[in-house]
């Protein structure tokens, strides 16, 4: 099962901040939280990830809270092509790489 | 550089029959994982290879089984089709064991 909940489903204006929650509260110590998107009938796309700090890239940012028992991954400036699923993984880099998706939050972004 | 390749696209299979699915990791990269994709799900753990050894598992009967070639280019082949293996199956492939995973962009098989 998958390690993390994520509410089924987010609407977003375009232009504006896209905020999408993710729990993991039994996440361990040496866990990490991923971000992937997937648009329709595409491959998974990598977002970001982080272990305890907040990362930004060029794509979004991600907060992690201090007791990393949840995330939020940010979109700053949601646009139409930013419709699609959105899945929050939690893995541990060990020499088993086994990478549990949920059913994700598919984020829609109206115009 | 080059993405992450799978061949076909598309396949349309019967029931028994076999099916053998490709991917081309991304240059430089020596480990693969594949998925499996059902409809309106999140992707589904098949297995990882790394360095042409298997490398990890998850809950899929024996008739699905891999192969990594030494260019780290693998194959998925399924044995004796089921109507429910219709799915995306995707590939993806990571540096080292660990590191990030960039997906291919699968490929859509029904068993009719």
């Known amino acids: 099962d998958a390690k993390t909940t994520q509410p089924p489903s987010m609407d977003c204006a375009e232009g504006r901040a896209a905020n999408l929650p993710c729990n993991h509260s039994t996440i361990s110590g040496n866990e990490y939280v991923y971000w992937y998107r997937q648009i329709h009938s595409q491959g998974p796309q990598y977002i970001i990830h982080g272990l305890k700090n907040n990362e930004t890239n060029e794509m979004a940012s991600l907060i992690i809270t201090e007791d990393r028992k949840s995330s939020t991954l940010i979109l700053p400036h949601a646009t139409l092509r930013d419709t699609a699923v959105y899945y929050c993984i939690v893995r541990v880099k060990t020499s088993y790489d086994k990478v549990i998706f949920g059913p994700g939050t598919s984020l829609s972004v109206i115009p | ?112």
């Open chain 2, 1 to 112: 550089e080059t993405g992450v390749t799978q061949s076909p696209t598309h396949l349309i299979k019967t029931r028994g029959q076999q099916v053998t699915l490709r991917c081309s990791s991304q240059s430089g990269h020596n480990t693969v994982s594949w998925y499996q994709q059902a409809l309106g799900q999140g992707p589904q753990f098949i297995f990882q290879y790394y360095r042409e050894e298997k490398n990890g598992r998850g809950n899929f009967p024996p008739r699905f089984s891999g192969l990594q070639f030494p260019n780290y280019s693998s194959e998925l082949n399924v044995n004796a089709l089921e109507l429910d293996d219709s799915a995306l199956y995707l590939c993806a492939s990571s540096l080292e064991i660990g590191y990030e995973q960039f997906f291919g962009p699968g490929t859509r098989l029904t068993v009719l």
